[in-house]
């Protein structure tokens, strides 16, 4: 035998070491089981609605699909929604496939936020309480469903924990540039996907003012980082002036359509919360988001002195919640409309 393959065969024994010890960790097979069960409930559902139509929002995605495949027309297609679903799902069409596919895409993506929540959760906080939220993710009615629709609602929380997890990398546990770098790009395509990651990089603007106050502005990583972020979004500002007018199609939008203000519907995503979360799981929610808040009061010299991981992990999750549940809250008080699918990023 050669000092190649002895090499090759060393690097063969110690995967087959690496896979054993996964096995052996409780933890690990959990989560086995749990990302098994969140496949399977997809599964299921993903038969249900192999060969169901698609519905008219569902219809504007497949429009843009094929026009960007065919050179079809686009009429009806609302210049303000985001193209790269659909220029994903127009890669597909020129290979030949069909709108299943699509749909699988969307149950692989749904997954993909499953193990997403693990990954956070377990940096921010440990195993233990990362397997809880990855189990009760796997089950939530509400990310089923839009499993099972091809609109973009689904990518938002997908892209909201990755950017969040490489952001927490990078800048909290400080495990290299890489990752902060990395930060605005998933952050920039996100947006691309589904305006509502905006929400998100707010919340980490307002983190990293609570915790470093304006030092955060004096580093320049933090400079690399919105350049790379803007640099990253110019072909969305292009195709979005082009096609609705402005360069941020999405506010403006909103913005041109915008009644008095409701204040009646101030209270409508609290009351939401139930269908999204279940009862048992929102008084669970009110009770942890009091301690939460209690807790960074009460500790608010340790969050300015940006010394304790837990309270910077609390106050993350909490201006994110915050963030998107707020912002959506405003908007639906000037636009009228209310709705579950807006606010799916707010579940993990």
């Known amino acids: 035998m050669n000092e190649e393959e002895k090499v090759g065969e ?20 959990v ?50 929604r985001e193209v790269v679903v659909p220029f994903i799902f127009s890669l597909i069409h020129r290979i030949g496939g069909a709108e299943v596919i699509f749909r699988f895409i969307q149950l692989l993506i749904s997954v993909l936020t499953i193990y997403l929540v693990f990954l956070l959760a377990k940096e921010m906080f440990d195993k233990r309480i990362a397997l809880i939220a990855t189990t009760i993710m796997a089950v939530n009615a ?73 030092n955060f502005i004096k580093k320049k990583e933090i400079w690399y980082m919105a ?22 199609g999405r506010w403006a939008g909103l913005q041109s359509s915008k009644p008095a203000n409701n204040f009646s519907l101030f209270f409508d995503y609290f009351k939401l919360m139930p269908h999204l979360f279940g009862k048992i799981f929102v008084i669970l929610i009110i009770l942890g988001a009091i301690y939460i808040i209690f807790t960074l009061l009460l500790s608010y010299d340790l969050v300015l002195k940006n010394n304790s991981k837990k309270l910077k992990s609390y106050l993350l999750i909490f201006l994110w919640a915050a963030a998107v549940l707020g912002f959506y809250t405003y908007i639906s008080m000037g636009w009228g409309v209310t709705y579950d699918g807006f606010v799916l990023s707010s579940l993990p």
Request: glycine fraction near 10%; aromatic fraction near 20%.
């Open 227 to 248: 350049i790379i972020g803007f640099i990253c979004l110019i072909p969305q500002f292009i195709y979005s002036k082009i096609a609705s007018g402005a360069f941020i």
């Open 10 to 29: 060393k690097r063969i024994e110690e995967r087959k070491e690496k896979i054993k010890n996964l096995l052996k960790n409780p933890y690990n097979l």
């Open 31 to 80: 989560l086995v089981g749990i990302i098994l069960l969140a496949l399977g409930l997809r599964l299921y559902y993903f038969s249900l609605t192999t060969a169901q139509p698609l519905w008219w929002d569902e219809g504007e995605y497949g429009l843009k699909a094929k026009s960007f495949a065919f050179g079809t027309p686009e009429t009806g297609w609302y210049g303000a």
């Open 142 to 214: 509400v990310h089923l469903f839009f499993t099972s629709r091809i609109l973009t609602y689904l990518w938002a929380p997908f892209f909201f924990l990755l950017t969040f997890y490489l952001f927490y990398q990078g800048y909290v546990e400080n495990k290299g540039k890489r990752y902060l770098y990395a930060t605005p790009i998933v952050a920039a395509i996100g947006l691309s996907t589904y305006g509502s990651l905006a929400f998100g990089i707010m919340a980490i603007g307002i983190f990293l003012f609570i915790t470093e106050r304006f």
